[in-house]
């Protein structure tokens, strides 16, 4: 098929009026071959290259195999079915003039059919080997299905927990989402070109959608430079030096801006400054939305702003095909800025290697799978060893946990039995008939030697209005049921399984409609309905265990004090319900830490630990009047940035820095014995933070700028060493370069970021 291609590849070219006939570029050569089929394009193919269209509402498959057959479409999202793809790609490379092969997107977030943890269960984990290995799983199985790229990984820095696509993210850390950033990339990517078990990383939301004001999606973005280059802009950048080859353009506006529309984050930052080689995909409609924005009057004016921004390709497009050839005849665009976004959209294609075999992740027919669900095309031991990791113990009084598998445990909550919320939100293929939920879970260890008991005990809301929203939110059928008894019948059946039980363990939170886009929220507080649950739980006296599933901080105050044990789970993929019990019953000792702290109460947003130092900070224990502060409930995180208990306990000694001095292009050594002072082994993650004592402006209280995970036995004991230099210590000032500058630094290391050891060094 491959050799076939070819043929038929250089046939086309070559089949030109005599005066064009030329001998074409050989494949090995990019930059030539590319230009020589640009040469040979009309205008408007070259303008089919840049739209990019789903299968399904927007177009039903057999037109959208005429329009590509036409030379009107460059690539397709939403589509990982081989069969169709295959028929899509016959369309280009058989029927259309210039045989250019398509692309197949898909948003493959936290795994394709193998569903893994969310992003911030995946950020929980501390640990980059198992974000790579998600993304390499994820990309596997995608490939498998015929798809080229993702619009992934999703690295928008969020610090307001009300927004929804905070589940899709990675945290509030520049440094922790960075380090997860380039992971990724590696795992779904690779090098480029990409192998034909790889898929193309189109990092997003390019730039700074996490901090749409008040946390409500597709809202404005007002920030600083020096704020943007500090702590919003390093995880794309991170991103891209990995190689990503896609980028993905927000939404929102920025500073007055849409990026859509924005030239200099468009051109002068991500082309110039960065050198992104790649290509560039609006986000869903984000070009028609230019004049709802109020920036373009028209759609013609729209498509102009985007090409000439640099939005090389327009999703779900309908503007840039009406448009584009009316604004080029007018002299408005030029055809070079044309040909500049379709080299890059080639360029993407020839790095997939569609060019050399346009069916290289399609294959044949004879080799589709037959049952795209078969179990036996998931990675379920990948998935539960990854979700065990994603999971942060908050909290453990009188070592509640581990459960003992000999016990009666009772299992209530409206989020015990929920297959379809514990996938996440955007779980690609995941199917949820394969999901492993916790009742199941419980169920095959307790079953053995102990007994479950079962309530439901509430439904996820009382709210009918919340539960219309949540199944009108694009879905195809209806998520979530409602439980038809009255809440006082349901608790009384919790109750009751309650106080048969040695222990009871409830399933609260959110259902994954609640953590998703568009899902923007004005309470972090669990629902009503769940929490008369608690309460009436916590009234047996019986030791009640809180599994939560959420996809953002939640507000817990109250629920701290009832809860003898708190485990945060997220939403943890297909193999879930396994990995939790892992958890619950000691076979696996908890060592996340969380990605993003949570706030006491929704008035306390923003809570994020690397906030800019105050002239009148609060001091804890020091009266608050005329300080930084809310004086109706204590100030600083519930649960700080960093945090996560174990099943064991672990010490640091002092920090011991290798000099107290650190020239300019030199290094130094901080370092902690970190011993494990309980009784069974664990892993924890020690932290490195540092302060610049007095700069120039403005810093933070301090920065994460590194971290290592260790695990040691009952007793065991370790030094953990880390490498600083200027590097580390460097910052954007006013005039936006990236400085050290000289003077006092203080090495902070911690379990957390609040409990941390110090010592203090200088900058020469």
């Avoid at 992740?361 to 990675?379: C, E, F, H, N």
């Avoid at 609260?508 to 309905?529: F, I, K, N, Q």
């Amino acid at each position: 098929m491959k050799s076939l291609y070819l043929l038929g590849l250089v046939a086309a070219l070559v089949c030109q009026p005599a005066a064009a006939q030329t001998t074409p570029p050989p494949l090995s050569d990019k930059p030539a071959f590319i230009s020589d089929l640009i040469s040979r394009m009309t205008l408007e193919e070259k303008i089919g290259q840049l739209r990019l269209i789903s299968i399904g509402p927007e177009m039903p498959i057999a037109q959208l195999a005429d329009e590509i057959a036409a030379g009107r479409v460059g690539g397709t999202f939403n589509s990982v079915n081989r069969p169709h793809n295959r028929q899509l790609q016959d369309a280009a490379t058989k029927r259309s003039r210039m045989k250019i092969p398509m692309f197949f997107a898909f948003d493959v977030i936290h795994g394709h059919r193998t569903t893994f943890p969310i992003g911030l269960g995946l950020a929980s984990s501390w640990d980059m080997e198992t974000v790579t290995t998600m993304a390499r799983t994820a990309a596997k199985e995608t490939s498998a299905d015929g798809a080229d790229m993702t619009f992934a990984p999703m690295v928008d820095i969020s610090r307001d927990p009300r927004w929804g696509r905070t589940s899709e993210g990675f945290g509030e850390d520049p440094y922790l989402v960075s380090e997860i950033a380039r992971a990724a990339v590696k795992g779904f990517q690779g090098s480029l070109p990409i192998g034909p078990n790889n898929i193309m990383a189109a990092v997003k939301h390019f730039a700074l959608y996490g901090a749409v004001e008040g946390g409500r999606d597709y809202n404005t973005v007002d920030m600083s430079p020096m704020r943007m280059y500090q702590d919003y802009l390093p995880p794309y950048r991170a991103a891209i030096d990995a190689g990503a080859g896609g980028v993905m353009v927000a939404l929102n506006s920025i500073n007055g801006v849409p990026a859509t529309s924005n030239t200099w984050l468009m051109q002068d930052l991500l082309r110039k400054d960065w050198g992104f080689k790649g290509v560039t995909v609006s986000d869903h409609g984000a070009i028609v939305e230019l004049i709802r924005h109020g920036v373009a009057k028209d759609e013609r004016e729209a498509a102009k702003l985007a090409i000439k921004t640099g939005i090389d390709m327009s999703m779900a497009d309908s503007v840039y095909q009406k448009e584009l050839p009316g604004l080029v005849k007018s002299g408005e665009v030029s055809e070079k800025e044309i040909d500049n976004a379709v080299r890059e959209v080639l360029g993407a294609k020839y790095d997939m290697g569609l060019f050399q075999n346009p069916y290289v992740r399609i294959g044949v027919a004879a080799d589709d799978p037959p049952d795209l669900k078969a179990d036996s095309r998931l990675s379920r031991p990948a998935a539960r060893d990854v979700a065990r990791k994603s999971m942060v113990l908050l909290e453990n009084r009188k070592n509640t946990l581990p459960i003992s598998k000999s016990a009666t445990v009772a299992l209530v909550g409206p989020l015990a039995d929920a297959p379809i919320d514990m996938l996440g939100s955007w779980s690609a293929a995941g199917d949820s008939k394969a999901q492993v939920t916790l009742r199941a879970g419980l169920n095959a260890v307790v079953g053995k030697q102990g007994r479950l008991l079962y309530a439901r005990g509430a439904n996820v809301t009382g709210d009918e209005e919340i539960v219309k929203y949540l199944n009108f939110l694009n879905w195809d059928t209806p998520e979530v049921t409602q439980d038809k008894r009255k809440p006082s019948v349901m608790i009384a059946e919790a109750v009751k399984a309650a106080r048969r039980a040695d222990v009871v363990v409830a399933a609260v939170g959110e259902t994954r409609g609640m953590s998703h886009e568009s899902s923007s929220r004005t309470s972090l507080d669990l629902p009503a309905s769940q929490r008369a649950l608690i309460t009436a739980l916590k009234a047996t006296g019986k030791p009640l265990v809180l599994v939560l599933m959420n996809g953002r901080p939640l507000a817990l105050q109250r629920e701290q004090k009832e809860a003898d044990a708190i485990l945060e789970t997220w939403y943890t993929g297909v193999e879930g319900g396994n990995a939790i019990a892992d958890v619950l019953f000691g076979d696996y000792n908890p060592s996340g830490k969380l990605p993003i702290s949570f706030p006491r109460s929704v008035g306390q947003i923003p809570t994020y630990y690397n906030h800019a130092r105050l002239g009148r900070p609060f001091t804890p224990g020091k009266p608050g009047n005329y300080t930084s502060q809310y004086f109706e409930e204590p100030n600083g995180a519930l649960y700080p940035f960093g945090y996560g208990l174990s099943y064991t306990d672990f010490s640091l000694s002092d920090v011991t820095l290798s000099s107290a001095t650190l020239p300019r292009n030199g290094k130094l050594d901080a370092s902690v014995t970190v011993r494990n002072t309980g009784a069974r082994a664990g892993e924890t993650v020690v932290q490195l933070y540092i302060r610049d004592v007095a700069a120039s402006v403005v810093r933070p209280v301090k920065e994460l700028k590194d971290f290592h995970k260790v695990m040691l036995k009952a007793g065991e004991e370790k030094v953990v060493r880390f490498t600083i230099d200027e590097e580390k210590l460097k910052f954007f000032n006013a005039q936006l370069r990236h400085v050290a500058e000289a003077g006092q630094f203080e090495v902070q290391i911690g379990l957390d970021s609040e409990k941390v050891k110090q010592k203090s060094f200088e900058l020469q």
